[in-house]
């Protein structure tokens, strides 16, 4: 990563045309957050039925 080019910051605008990439290591946080937040509210969700 060069500190030249600004779309690779977090953050920067995405630039026409170029498609937002999320390596593994995104999608690994992403999975994880959401079997955490699926294993926090469904016992949750089940004791208001």
């Not at 920067?12 to 045309?17: F, N």
């Amino acid at each position: 990563m060069s500190d030249n080019d600004p779309y690779e910051h977090p953050g920067a605008p995405t630039p026409p045309g170029k498609p937002v990439r999320i390596g593994p290591l995104g999608w690994t946080v992403i999975g994880l957050l959401v079997l955490a937040a699926n294993a926090w509210l469904w016992p949750r969700m089940l004791g208001f039925l």
